[in-house]
């Protein structure tokens, strides 16, 4: 499911209009990266828990050239399934 498919099934769920449902899946997204790139948690309960995990720094090879290269420390965003997500995906 791409992103237009998701606006569709939350129009057709709750009888918004395509645009009013796009307004409201965006919004969600924003929150969420928001809320990330403050370095907060976000908790769906039932559905999972979206945060952030500073990586370090590394050292690592060009694949192409064979010669080593710094990779700089990062923040990743990381997803773990709830319960009721879990449970949904395996009765």
Same mark, same amino acid.
């Given at each position: 499911? /791409?992103? /237009?498919? #998701? $606006?569709?099934? $939350?129009?057709?769920?709750?009888? #918004?209009?395509?645009?009013?449902?796009?307004?409201? +899946?965006?919004?969600? @997204?924003?929150?969420?990266?928001?809320? #990330?790139?403050?370095?907060?948690? +976000?908790?769906? +309960?039932? @559905?999972?828990? @979206?945060? +952030?995990?500073?990586?370090?720094?590394?050292?690592?090879? /060009? *694949?192409?050239?064979?010669?080593?290269?710094?990779? *700089?420390?990062? /923040?990743? *965003?990381?997803?773990?399934?709830?319960?009721? #997500?879990?449970?949904?995906?395996? *009765?």
């Amino acid at each position: 499911m /791409n992103k /237009n498919e #998701l $606006v569709a099934a $939350v129009s057709t769920s709750t009888g #918004l209009s395509k645009a009013d449902a796009a307004k409201a +899946v965006d919004s969600v @997204f924003d929150t969420i990266t928001e809320a #990330l790139k403050a370095s907060e948690e +976000v908790r769906l +309960v039932g @559905f999972g828990t @979206f945060s +952030v995990a500073q990586r370090a720094a590394t050292k690592g090879r /060009n *694949p192409q050239t064979g010669e080593p290269m710094d990779i *700089p420390a990062s /923040n990743q *965003p990381k997803f773990k399934a709830g319960k009721g #997500l879990k449970d949904a995906l395996n *009765p």
